[in-house]
């Protein structure tokens, strides 16, 4: 049974929709609208009995997000195939329930596909899907581990979205350095990376932040990766001994590199999350590790500037190993 709220106005809440599909006709929009709320019912039905085991099916119980990720993507194949002028060949690092895939297919019908997955259910799950659509015969279905596969070359459009809260949760770094080399220098990412905030708990949002770099899903990192910026002394009650932890809080980006994401996108889409509390007063620096990743997380805050205007600064290092 489909939820009452309408899924674009929910949406509009969360992101901007003409930002984030921009090259895509109204009617288009609806398609991929109806396409994330009918993955979505099918996905609750079955999340939460025995069978249910994989974090893609329980992230297809988003229905923000499979919006917004059907837009991305779909929007990206367009403007792909508007560089290129031929048929557009599309790999997604981690299928899911295979909302993108069908969200790429309604635009550009003659899109390749190429989607890997490593759970067999959830696999089983995205091709009673596509079967049912008719698409099924239209996207090759990889079992294995994206991080070890070989890929084709010439890869327009690499669907890449295993992010989490301290972008190191999931494999982003690893997958995307595992697939540049069968890219090209055209070849669009979804998402295309992140821009990266330091925030004071009393004011979570990018504008209350301070910018701490820009992080590119399209590049293969060599470690570690150093985000930096100097607090000023305007912001010295936000970020002040009294504020007992910051935050780091990464704002998505499109394809072309644009923000999309609203005030409340930021912090409010449960599975495209990306807040993380990072640093607490009596510790000076937080550590963070994952074992899903190879890199961790280390931000240091210095309590003491060498400039009269500069009370703090801070550093985030994205590092394999300790």
């Not at 194949?77 to 002028?85: D, E, L, P, T």
């Not at 993380?276 to 000076?284: L, N």
Request: with cysteine.
């Amino acid at each position: 049974m489909y939820p009452k709220i309408p899924l674009e106005e929910l949406a509009n809440e969360y992101f901007d929709i003409d930002t984030t599909a921009d090259l895509l006709t109204q009617e288009e929009r609806r398609k991929i609208s109806d396409i994330s709320d009918w993955i979505f019912s099918q996905a609750f039905e079955i999340v939460g009995t025995a069978q249910y085991n994989n974090i893609g099916l329980r992230c297809a119980t988003d229905r923000v997000r499979n919006y917004l990720l059907g837009l991305m993507t779909a929007n990206a194949v367009r403007y792909a195939k508007q560089i290129s002028g031929r048929e557009v060949l599309m790999a997604e690092l981690g299928m899911g329930a295979g909302i993108t895939v069908q969200s790429a297919l309604a635009v550009e019908p003659d899109t390749r596909i190429l989607a890997y997955e490593q759970d067999a259910y959830t696999i089983e799950f995205a091709e009673s899907l596509l079967r049912s659509k008719g698409l099924l015969d239209k996207v090759k279905i990889i079992q294995g581990d994206f991080l070890k596969e070989t890929f084709p070359t010439n890869i327009d459009v690499v669907v890449n979205e295993n992010i989490g809260p301290d972008l190191i949760s999931e494999p982003q770094f690893q997958a995307s350095a595992r697939i540049i080399p069968y890219t090209h220098e055209k070849t669009l990412f979804v998402p295309g990376g992140a821009d990266v905030y330091l925030v004071a708990e009393n004011n979570r949002s990018r504008k209350n932040g301070i910018l701490l770099g820009r992080v590119d899903f399209s590049r293969a990192y060599r470690s570690p990766i150093k985000l930096e910026a100097q607090i000023p002394e305007r912001m010295l009650d936000d970020f002040g001994k009294y504020f007992p932890y910051c935050f780091m809080l990464s704002d998505l980006l499109d394809c072309n590199g644009r923000r999309f994401l609203t005030e409340k996108g930021e912090n409010g889409i449960e599975t495209l999350r990306l807040m993380k509390i990072i640093y607490h007063k009596f510790e000076r620096y937080s550590f963070v590790r994952s074992p899903k990743s190879d890199y961790c997380l280390r931000l240091y805050i210095s309590l003491e500037g060498d400039d009269p205007g500069i009370v703090y600064s801070a550093a985030a290092y994205l590092k394999k190993g300790l």
